[in-house]
């Protein structure tokens, strides 16, 4: 399977395809991958949430597709990847996640006004973590903190997707779980950037996935709207997720221990108020 995934690989390189995108300029190409996903997006919004079945593989493929088209040079191995992850979950999320929302102009226009913007921000954000931080410590910082906040937004988004579906708390943690392994992942990825996946990086990221699940299973049994169980589960992952950083990276000092769990503490404080108002 290893060996047809590196020929797969190997194929969708076309020379041909390569030197005549190469010679559009790479915030050009942002724009254009992000003008055309969003249209896709605008199409799909005409159709009901019966059609997810047909959407979400075209919004994968895409998503790649023109992640690939945006950023064309130096990625190997591993970043066949981490760099993909971002965009192409977050299609996929903001498709499922506009069901949600009445289906109206007044909705459907700021709403892909937000996704064409976040598309740029995510394309260039990859595109930073893809042709090295060394050149840049500034542009590499802000990347990273782009990258965190999407992290922060998506596991809201999909949270307030599982719980609208009301279905099962088992189907809740494996969701919450899984997604937030793959984010974990990625952002772990971020801090030293190898070529490689290091069994430190995948071992914390599946740390970081199973005290989401534990916790979206625990929520999926507590009597709260469906939007405070998701900024509960966001403000978790942001919480794990800063804390993880910074010990992978060294800085694991007192003042950012104390920054990411005051935020924790507080929202689940405010969630607890709120469930005794209940």
């Given at each position: 399977?290893?060996?047809?995934?590196?020929t797969?690989?190997?194929?969708?390189?076309?020379?041909?395809?390569?030197?005549l995108?190469g010679?559009?300029?790479?915030?050009i190409r942002?724009?254009?991958s992000?003008?055309f996903l969003?249209?896709?997006?605008?199409?799909?919004?005409?159709?009901?949430f019966?059609y997810?079945?047909l959407?979400v593989?075209?919004f994968?493929?895409?998503s790649?597709f023109?992640?690939?088209f945006?950023l064309l040079?130096?990625?190997?191995k591993?970043?066949?990847?981490t760099l993909?992850?971002m965009p192409?979950?977050f299609t996929?999320?903001c498709?499922?996640?506009?069901?949600?929302?009445?289906v109206?102009?007044?909705?459907?226009?700021?709403?892909l006004f937000?996704?064409?913007?976040?598309m740029?921000a995510?394309?260039l954000?990859s595109?930073?973590?893809?042709v090295?931080v060394?050149?840049?410590?500034?542009l590499?910082?802000?990347?990273?903190?782009v990258n965190?906040?999407?992290?922060t937004?998506l596991?809201?988004?999909s949270?307030?997707?599982?719980f609208?579906?009301?279905?099962?708390?088992?189907?809740n943690?494996?969701g919450?779980?899984a997604?937030s392994?793959?984010?974990?992942?990625q952002?772990?990825?971020t801090?030293?950037?190898d070529?490689d996946?290091?069994?430190?990086?995948?071992?914390?990221?599946?740390?970081?996935?199973?005290?989401?699940?534990e916790?979206?299973?625990?929520?999926?049994f507590?009597p709260?709207?469906?939007s405070?169980?998701s900024?509960?589960l966001?403000?978790?992952y942001?919480?794990l997720?800063g804390?993880t950083?910074?010990h992978?990276?060294?800085?694991l000092?007192?003042?950012t221990i104390r920054?990411y769990?005051?935020?924790?503490i507080f929202v689940w404080?405010v969630?607890?108020?709120?469930l005794i108002g209940?």
């Open positions: 399977m290893k060996r047809l995934f590196k797969f690989l190997k194929q969708i390189r076309f020379p041909l395809f390569n030197r995108a010679k559009i300029e790479k915030r942002f724009v254009m992000s003008v969003t249209a896709l997006v605008l199409v799909s919004t005409f159709f009901s019966d997810v079945w959407f593989p075209i994968v493929v895409l790649y023109f992640t690939y945006s040079e130096d990625i190997e591993i970043e066949w990847t993909f992850i192409v979950i996929v999320v498709y499922s996640f506009y069901f949600l929302f009445p109206r102009w007044l909705t459907r226009v700021p709403y937000i996704y064409s913007v976040s740029y995510l394309f954000t595109n930073i973590f893809n090295g060394e050149k840049s410590l500034r590499y910082k802000a990347a990273f903190s965190y906040f999407y992290h937004f596991i809201f988004l949270s307030s997707i599982l609208s579906l009301r279905e099962y708390f088992i189907v943690a494996i919450i779980g997604l392994f793959l984010l974990a992942m952002l772990f990825w801090i030293k950037l070529l996946l290091s069994i430190e990086v995948r071992n914390h990221a599946l740390f970081v996935g199973l005290l989401m699940a916790t979206a299973l625990v929520l999926s507590l709260l709207q469906g405070v169980l900024l509960i966001a403000s978790t942001y919480s997720g804390l950083s910074a992978l990276d060294s800085r000092f007192r003042s920054e769990v005051v935020v924790l404080l969630a607890g108020l709120t209940w």
